[in-house]
């Protein structure tokens, strides 16, 4: 019949791009799975390595004094830990999760780059 030929689609409302419904054979899975852990590696290697140096470089380059320095560094930790509240509202509210996502790990991405390279 025609209703065994029917796409199963997410029981969530889960939508493409396109605003389409998603099939829920064609979604999520390993792919999904190994893009988010391949994404989150890279992502705290980033923090790691800024954090680790931030301290020195804001001392011997910025010649900012270490009491300072490190208040710098605790107020960025800070801020980076508490930015997923404000990322939560906006894609809840405005830009749904993925563009959320996406948009917020370029941001953070290019901005932990540029603190690197100087």
Known sequence: SMEELKPEFTKDGSVDLRG????????????????????EAFERMAFYGVASNLVVYLTTQMRQETVPS?????????????TP??????????????????VSSLIYLSVSTRLQLS
């Open 20 to 39: 389409r419904p998603v099939v829920a054979a064609r979604t999520g899975r390993w792919k999904a799975c190994s893009f988010l852990v391949g994404y």
């Open 70 to 82: 490190v208040r710098s560094v605790n107020n960025w930790t800070g801020t980076v830990w508490m």
């Open 85 to 102: 509240i404000a990322g939560a509202y906006v894609a809840d509210a405005f830009l749904g999760r993925f563009w959320t996502f996406t």
